[in-house]
Nanobody
Framework: QLQLVESGGGLVQPGGSLRLSCAAS????????IGWFRQAPGKEREGISC????????KYADSVKGRFTISRDNAKNTVYLQMNSLKPEDTAVYYC????????????????????WGQGTQVTVSS
C-alpha cells in the first residue's frame, strides 16, 4: 500500500523555524517527483516547494522563496521541508505529494501533476 506520512508540524512563533518530513512506505521515493503543498482555511491548495526525482531541480512559490528549502534523502525514503523565518501567513495544513519521475519543471508544484498525497500536518505561526 502506497502511503505518504507528513510529520514535524506544530505551533511556532513568528520568525521561528520548523522542519517537516514526508516519509514514504510501500514505494521508493526516488522514483518520484515530490511536492509540498499547503492549504489555509478558505483558500485553495497551493504548491510551495517541489523537487524532481533526482533532486537536481527545485521550484518555489514566491511567497516562500529564500525562507523554505526542500531536500530529499532517498536512502531514508524521506523528503524534508526546512521552513525558516516563519510568518503568520504561513499558517496552513501542509501536504506532501508524489508525482511521476518524468515531471517537468513547468508542471512541478501544480496540484493535478501529483498522484499520491499524505494526510497533512498542521503548521500554526502565532505569538
Amino acid at each position: 500500500q502506497l502511503q505518504l506520512v507528513e510529520s514535524g508540524g506544530g505551533l511556532v512563533q513568528p520568525g521561528g523555524s520548523l522542519r517537516l518530513s514526508c516519509a514514504a512506505s510501500g514505494f521508493t521515493l526516488d522514483y518520484y517527483a515530490i511536492g509540498w503543498f499547503r492549504q489555509a482555511p478558505g483558500k485553495e491548495r497551493e504548491g510551495i516547494s517541489c523537487i524532481t526525482s533526482s533532486g537536481g531541480s527545485t521550484k518555489y512559490a514566491d511567497s516562500v522563496k529564500g525562507r523554505f528549502t526542500i531536500s530529499r534523502d532517498n536512502a531514508k525514503n524521506t523528503v524534508y521541508l526546512q521552513m525558516n523565518s516563519l510568518k503568520p501567513e504561513d499558517t496552513a495544513v501542509y501536504y506532501c505529494a508524489a508525482g511521476p519521475r518524468w515531471l517537468t519543471v513547468q508542471r512541478m508544484c501544480v496540484t493535478g501533476s501529483y498522484d499520491y498525497w499524505g494526510q497533512g500536518t498542521q503548521v500554526t505561526v502565532s505569538s
